[in-house]
């Protein structure tokens, strides 16, 4: 059974940074794909960034792009989503998921999914 535990979020002030950490385990990873999402209040959960674990090759959506960055340690079976130049408009519970296959945006193709991490954007 994959589980997925994120970490690193907080309170960070419009223009900074921020880290999250999303550890994996249960099974061997060669075959997936990680995304995260975000959820505001009131709002669809919606897609963030997704990353195949074995290629690197990534995907953003249009609203972070240039400004988060996901990557992915396999030693440590660790997912992260770098998040440079952040807005109140980020605010939101950030989610990691994981899928087999390719690369998707939609979060029904997801099967399994973390707690979340609350990331609250100051202005």
């Known amino acids: 059974q994959v589980q997925l535990q994120e970490s690193g979020g907080g309170l960070v002030q419009a223009g900074g940074s921020r880290r999250l950490s999303c550890a994996a385990s249960?099974?061997?990873?060669?075959?997936?794909?990680m995304g995260w999402f975000r959820q505001a209040p009131g709002k669809e959960r919606e897609f963030v960034a997704a990353?195949?674990?074995?290629?690197?090759?990534?995907m953003y959506s249009d609203s972070v792009k240039g400004r988060f960055t996901i990557s992915r340690d396999n030693a440590k079976n660790t997912v992260y989503l770098q998040m440079n130049s952040l807005k109140p408009e980020d605010t939101a519970v950030y989610y990691c998921?994981?899928?087999?296959?390719?690369?998707?945006?939609?979060?029904?193709?997801?099967?399994?999914w973390g707690q979340g991490t609350q990331v609250t954007v100051s202005s």
């Open positions: 998921a994981a899928r087999r296959g390719t690369l998707l945006r939609s979060k029904d193709g997801y099967d399994d």
């Open positions: 990353i195949r674990w074995t290629s690197g090759i990534t």
């Open positions: 249960g099974r061997t990873f060669d075959s997936y794909v």
